[in-house]
């Protein structure tokens, strides 16, 4: 089992910055991929970015740019900056991981483990 647990989250004014972390246990097996996924009301949850056992990176075509994720495997964290918040970036904001395929790591069914989610509201 895996825990993970988000912090960072807030509201912030269109143009801003929020930097979003999730602390993981330390005994994480090395070959679990993670990724942030949001879901605002009405919506399906979407991936956002996710990274894999080797540091690659993918991202949605909406944050391309705009977001960065990184994983520090000394603190147990992931981490995800968000630079130029739009409004659109609202939403509940949740840290995933799994023993997922690279083709799986923007998709929803790729994860096992989740955390308790972080909003993000951007005016």
């Known amino acids: 089992h895996v825990q993970l647990v988000e912090s960072g989250g807030g509201s912030v004014q269109a143009g801003g910055s929020l930097r979003l972390s999730c602390a993981f246990d330390a005994y994480t097996p090395a070959n679990v991929r993670m990724a942030w996924f949001r879901q605002a009301p009405g919506k399906e949850r979407e991936g956002v970015a996710g990274i894999d056992t080797e540091d690659s990176t993918n991202y949605a075509d909406s944050v391309k740019g705009r977001f960065i994720i990184s994983k520090d495997r000394a603190q147990a964290t992931l981490c995800l900056q968000m630079d130029n918040l739009t409004s659109d970036d609202s939403a509940m904001y949740y840290c995933?991981?799994?023993?997922?395929?690279?083709?799986?790591?923007?998709?929803?069914?790729?994860?096992?483990?989740w955390g308790q989610g972080t909003q993000v509201t951007v005016s």
């Open positions: 995933a991981a799994g023993r997922t395929s690279w083709w799986l790591l923007l998709n929803v069914a790729g994860y096992k483990y």
